[in-house]
């Protein structure tokens, strides 16, 4: 029988881990979002706003990372502490988690494709728009084949 000070430590144990398991997945849920966003951007030309969604990014995955530092050594104490233990929410988050961070693995797949499309597009345009450079010894036919250099 345990007691109740270990109890009560591994319930505020559990609940932290599942407390800092769904912030994850609401930082997932948004880099989602921003994805979505990026891509509306892109395919607009929204240069402006990319911008933006791309700082965002950066912030979410920053955070995420942060969030995954503290997740790595809960879930280690956790597992220490209830070997035996498998707690349904917390196993129905892992899930969740796992599978927002594929779907946020094809999102970003697919938007950098999209974005190098985009670029690819927007270069060969400029290439269309730039002048040609004038021949500076004359154009065609006209031009000298031989020069006498006796004078």
């Known amino acids: 029988m345990l007691a109740n000070s270990e109890l009560e430590r591994r319930v505020a144990l559990l609940k932290k ?7 994850q ?22 240069l402006e706003a990319l911008q933006e969604q791309v700082k965002i990014e950066e912030t979410l995955v920053a955070e995420i990372g942060t969030f995954q530092k503290v997740l790595d050594p809960l879930e280690a104490v956790w597992k220490q502490t209830n070997p035996e233990a498998e707690d349904a929410e917390v196993v129905e988050l892992k ?19 999209l974005l190098s499309a985009k670029m690819e597009e927007v270069r060969s345009e400029l ?4 002048p040609r450079p004038k021949n500076p010894y004359g154009s065609g036919s ?7 250099i006796s004078t």
């Open 95 to 113: 899930q969740n988690l796992a599978a927002l961070k594929v779907q946020v693995q094809e999102k970003n797949a697919k938007n950098r494709s």
């Open 17 to 23: 881990l599942k407390e800092t398991l769904h912030q």
């Open 142 to 148: 006209s031009t000298a084949r031989m020069i006498d």
């Open 25 to 46: 997945r609401e930082k997932f849920s948004t880099y989602l979002k921003v994805l979505d966003q990026e891509k509306a951007s892109v395919q607009e030309g929204r």
């Open 127 to 130: 290439l269309k728009l730039r």
